[in-house]
């Protein structure tokens, strides 16, 4: 029989990767608390026409990339593609946007059928913020400064470049669509078959061609800037004022248009030159448009979404998750007779209730000394206790496993209160 496997481009995250995760983790939540974002969750699977009315159906992600199918009812089903929809989804079911302001957070899977490869992949996961009810740019500046402050606490900030662009509202996004195609059309002999398909569906995402003969050609097509409407551009010109305010360095990118049909106005991604091509890890903006679309009350809104295997990549490979981090356990308590099991597991136990911060194992199943000192290494165990028999009262000795102290040997209960001298 043919040997089980995960799906190609969805990844088992085992003991040794998930420590980095967590580690991650923990920082964007204790980011987003620190700026007022409360968490919501929704369902990985939606109605498909959630995501054909929000990401848009000339989109790749819609086109030819979402995972749907009919469910036994024949609805049809999709896994979500992105944060967003569901998101606006959820709040505008329970009545979260009805003249209020919102600060939102997610995360979780998102589900796109690309072509697997190192930071790409088909099941990724995703960190995303929401921000609904306010005009802006002070809350674009508020979110862009969150992630940010994220790449601050993780080290990061050095490796990253913040790309802003105003892709203006969706009338001046026609009017220049209109104009782009027009251009296109006099050069469509020299353009790729993705750019000639593109051309009429959707020419803006002609500006992100990576063949580098429709880059040339794009040189001298229209300029989306001089369609922006002078509202538009006031907002953005006031939102990169805010952010020479706030210290946050940007570059301007007006190829920028991201691939989600919904955005408007300022939109940003953050990238960074460590991941070879996949070099986006974040990328946003405003999606003004979007609540009304999906049968709500015209709402102002902004957020991002970032890409959580591509940050963890960029912190292996930077080496920036903390040794601390990497350890699964501090306390390993050795058991080479099976009869003092009782012993080492009471002796965890109250470990365990006075420093309630340790990880402590007693060891199971018997075996060599040799095997499970290793087998405490191995774990990151700081140190290692050996319970001393028919000692009375009853003894444990103790030692650092990078032999700097010597093993001690103390009383069970003064070796509990001592504890914190050999960590
Ligand atoms: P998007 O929803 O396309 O704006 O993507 C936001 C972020 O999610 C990107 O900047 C990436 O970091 C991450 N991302 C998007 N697609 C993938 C994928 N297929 N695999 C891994 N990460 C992804």
New binding site residues.
């Given amino acids: 029989m043919a040997k089980l496997q995960a799906i190609r481009g969805m990844n088992d995250i085992l003991p040794g990767q998930s420590q980095g995760w967590q580690f991650l983790e923990g920082i964007f939540h204790s980011v987003v608390r620190r700026f007022g974002y409360q968490e919501i969750r929704f369902p990985v699977l939606e109605q498909s026409s959630l995501f054909q009315r929000s990401i848009g159906e000339l989109t790749d992600?819609v086109e030819k990339e979402m995972y749907t199918f009919e469910d036994r009812n024949g609805d049809k089903l999709s896994l979500r593609?992105?944060g967003t929809a569901g998101c606006v989804r959820a709040a505008e079911q329970h009545g979260l946007l009805y003249n209020q302001q919102q600060r939102l957070w997610y995360q979780g899977p998102?589900f796109?059928h690309?072509r697997p490869q190192k930071?790409?992949?088909?099941q990724?996961h995703?960190f995303g913020v929401e921000a609904f009810g306010m005009a802006g740019p002070d809350i674009d500046a508020e979110v862009i400064k969150l992630s940010a402050q994220l790449w601050r606490d993780l080290d990061l900030i050095h490796h990253l470049t913040l790309e802003i662009n105003n892709i203006g509202t969706a009338s001046d996004r026609k009017s220049y669509s209109a104009a782009l195609t027009g251009y296109l059309k006099q050069h469509s002999r020299a353009l790729d078959d993705d750019a000639r398909h593109r051309m009429y569906s959707n020419p803006l995402r002609v500006l992100d061609s990576k063949n580098a003969q429709v880059q040339a050609i794009l040189q001298e097509a229209p300029v989306l800037a001089n369609f922006v409407s002078p509202q538009s551009r006031e907002h953005y010109e006031q939102l990169k004022s805010l952010l020479a305010d706030l210290d946050i360095a940007f570059v301007e990118n007006r190829h920028l248009v991201?691939?989600?049909d919904y955005y408007n106005n300022c939109v940003f991604?953050?990238t960074t030159l460590e991941l070879g091509a996949?070099g986006?890890?974040?990328?946003?903006g405003r999606y003004d448009g979007l609540v009304e679309q999906l049968g709500g009350k015209a709402t102002f809104a902004c957020g991002?979404?970032?890409?959580i295997?591509?940050?963890v990549l960029m912190l292996e490979s930077l080496e920036k998750i903390p040794h601390d981090a990497l350890k699964s356990i501090d306390v390993y308590i050795l058991g080479a007779d099976p009869d003092d099991a009782a012993q080492s597991q009471k002796l965890a136990s109250a470990i365990r209730q006075q420093y309630p911060r340790l990880g402590v194992i007693s060891h199971c199943g018997g075996g060599k000394s040799k095997a499970q000192i290793k087998r405490a290494y191995n774990l990151g165990a700081t140190a290692v206790i050996t319970l001393l028999a028919d000692s009375d009262p009853a003894c444990a000795s103790i030692r650092r496993l990078d032999q700097s102290g010597g093993a001690e040997t103390l009383e069970i209960n003064s070796l509990v209160e001592q504890l914190g001298r050999f960590l």
């Fill in positions: 992600i593609p992105e998102m796109r690309e930071g790409r992949y088909r990724f995703q991201r691939g989600l991604e953050w996949q986006a890890v974040c990328g946003g991002f979404a970032m890409g295997e591509r940050l």
